[in-house]
């Protein structure tokens, strides 16, 4: 089984940095995913770390510590656009091979103008 | 777009009743996952088929069920609805069954309200 852990609610504004944490803990860990969801739509993929490391894609970067189960999202020159929830998702390994993605319940970042 | 299919977008039933949700997904995906998405809940995982079988099962209830067919299309059956099965269900797509490097892609999703 897998315990995932992410703040509820963070605001920034428009042009600054946001950082959002995940802390998770799980057996046969196989990947740590970001996905963005806005409001009543469908969560889009946004990045993927299985190495410890800095992953960067454009305005959005990722970080991976799995000896302390940490991961963060680091957003850049916040817009308006990027207000919604973003969840943190661990890939687990399970029994038969089978691959489970569990999701934290999202942090609802609120972007201010 | 993803290039997840989910029908219908919306359905609105009674208690006691049974509905089917469906989900085509992304060309060349193997493999479907159903999630279910109440207002205070995070998404939750109920199961995934790989080529026609189920790989593993989440917190699905036993009044659910569901099937991946031979074009790979899935169905979610849902019966003996209760009030607090309304939310979002969620198909969604990878390639294959496991493997780091293959996100899911999400359909749009359904939006269930029982009555």
């Known amino acids: 089984g897998q315990n995932i852990d992410q703040p509820t609610e963070m605001t920034a504004t428009e042009g600054a940095i946001v950082q959002i944490n995940c802390t998770y803990q799980t057996s046969g860990f196989n990947g740590l995913f970001w996905y963005q969801q806005h409001a009543g739509e469908a969560p889009t993929f946004l990045s993927y770390?299985?190495?410890?490391g800095l992953e960067e894609k454009g305005r959005f970067s990722s970080f991976l510590s799995r000896s302390k189960g940490y991961s963060y999202l680091l957003l850049k020159e916040l817009q308006m656009k990027d207000s919604a929830s973003y969840l943190c998702a661990a890939g687990e390994i399970s029994s038969g091979s089978a691959r489970q993605l569990t999701f934290g319940s999202g942090t609802q970042l609120t972007v201010l103008p | 777009d993803s290039g997840v299919t989910q029908t219908p977008k919306h359905l609105i039933t009674a208690t006691g009743q049974r509905v089917t949700l469906r989900c085509s997904p992304r060309?060349?995906?193997?493999?479907v996952y159903w999630y279910q998405q109440s207002l205070d809940q995070g998404l939750q995982f109920l199961i995934q088929?790989?080529?026609?079988?189920?790989?593993a099962k989440g917190n699905i209830l036993e009044r659910f069920s569901a099937q991946q067919f031979p074009d790979l299309h899935s169905e979610l059956n849902l019966s003996s609805l209760e009030l607090g099965d309304s939310a979002l269900y969620f198909c969604a797509s990878s390639v294959n069954r496991m493997g780091p490097d293959s996100p899911l892609h999400f359909g749009n999703g359904t939006r269930l309200t029982v009555t």
């Open positions: 770390n299985v190495l410890d």
């Open positions: 060309s060349g995906d193997l493999s």
């Open positions: 088929y790989y080529n026609g079988e189920e790989r």
